[in-house]
């Protein structure tokens, strides 16, 4: 990939991060300068609003839209699979061809790895994919009675609100149907406490909430294997009408085949710059692995890819146009909690702040959700 007149910026995935960073490096550089954002699949899709899909008050047309639109601001697009990176060339496989890039920005996210958990694809739904929470609805509006069981596969997983939004909207949906007193809703969590990194304030919220519900919560309990219509938690096991996960997650492949990854599979990127060890390469979003100083990962949040993006597009920005000021990522972030109903909590602050993160819990109000339909516009309007 040549370009003599200019720089050219090779952005890898096409979800928040990478969109965000596109979109950002291209408002601010120069026509002569490329930027080339690189997915596999042809359409962007909103995460966040899988849960609403799930309910019904999205479409799943609503939350997608085709990347080739991003030409329209001049920003190159390539759909391809990534099959290679030499981080120290930056060169790049996309489905057989080589691509070189000056910069180089990789947001490849996170891969399911539901097979981790025998029989949790075959017996369980999900609302972590656009199709499974298409799937999930259905469900979801065909059971009067038993028992829904939502579970956090692994302690490792995307989005720390999704499982407890997911039990809260569902709750909210069986009794809007009038069928809540002969459904009974469970949540089993392999974490030690609900969205733990946040602080025991923050998970002590969501218990409540939780509670108030009439939602059965147990924390610390790892689902080992699914049956139809049976759970097992090593050695114990739960009868269940419905099972709702939230799968495991492990590193691409191609990121953890690369000299990028750590022995843990990941990208370690810096804290604050996501730099990586090799020259004009940037990792961010759900891919990388940033430690905490309570010793637990960042949490692979969308709110958190979108502000990286920003950062790093304004340090390549620096680079490109000589300017000395770079930009910065410094931990803050926060995060809505649907609860149904219109309504949603929100907890943010400082994630990097020590000697463990400092964040406020809001309590569940209709500003929040109105918060979470903001976010949800900006993306799908101004990014794409």
Known sequence: MSNPSGQTVLVLGGGIGGVVTANRLRKHLGRRHRIVLVNRETDFS????????????????????????LERRGIE????????????????????????ADHLVVSLGADWATERVNGLAEHGHTFATLSGAQRLRAELGRIESGQITVITAAPLYKCPAAP?????????????????????????????????????????AIERILSSRGIDYRSGIQITAAEQGRLHFGTEAES???LVYMPPIVAPKVIANSALAQADGWIHADANT???????????????????????????????AHAQAH?????????????????????????????????AAYGSGDFYANPSPAVVMRTPSRRWHWGKVAF?????????
């Open 46 to 69: 909103f995460a966040a609003s899988y849960l609403w899909v799930m309910t019904g008050s999205r479409r799943p047309d609503q939350v997608t839209r085709p990347l080739k639109r």
């Open 77 to 100: 697009v390539v759909i391809g699979n990534v099959e290679r990176i030499d981080p120290a060339t930056r060169t790049i496989t996309i489905s057989g061809q080589n691509f070189h």
């Open 164 to 204: 407890y939004e997911a039990a809260l909207l569902i709750d909210a949906g069986l009794r809007s149907r009038g069928v809540r007193d002969r459904v009974q809703v469970s949540v089993r969590s392999a974490e030690p406490a609900p969205m733990p990194v946040a602080g025991k304030n923050v998970s002590a």
């Open 240 to 242: 269940t009408d419905l």
């Open 274 to 304: 996501l730099t990586t060890e090799f020259d004009n390469v940037y990792a961010i979003g759900d891919n990388t692995h940033i430690v905490l100083g309570i010793g637990k990962p960042l949490p692979r949040a969308g709110v958190f």
């Open 311 to 343: 950062a790093v597009a304004d340090s390549i920005i620096a680079k490109i146009s000589g300017k000395s000021l770079a930009g910065r990522f410094d931990g803050h972030g926060g995060c809505f909690i649907e609860t149904g109903n219109g309504r």
């Open 376 to 384: 949800e516009f900006n993306v799908m309007k101004r990014w794409l």
